[in-house]
């Protein structure tokens, strides 16, 4: 199983964030020999105020 973490700051519609998902689950599927099946996607909105919290930078 592979999952995919992506955090972005707010502003990108659902279907943006829809098809980012499924080019990076064919890239991941082609690249790892795998079904999509064993692919998951999350995409996680972060306000700007909070990245460096929710991301962990420590600066």
């Not at 659902?14 to 064993?38: G, H, N, P, W, Y």
């Amino acid at each position: 199983m592979q999952h995919i973490s992506i955090k972005c700051y707010p502003g990108r519609t659902e279907e943006q964030k829809r098809i980012l998902a499924e080019k990076i689950t064919k890239d991941v599927m082609e690249v790892f020999d795998c079904k999509e099946r064993s692919v998951s996607v999350s995409i996680q909105d972060i306000e700007q105020d909070n990245w460096d919290i929710e991301v962990g930078i420590k600066r």
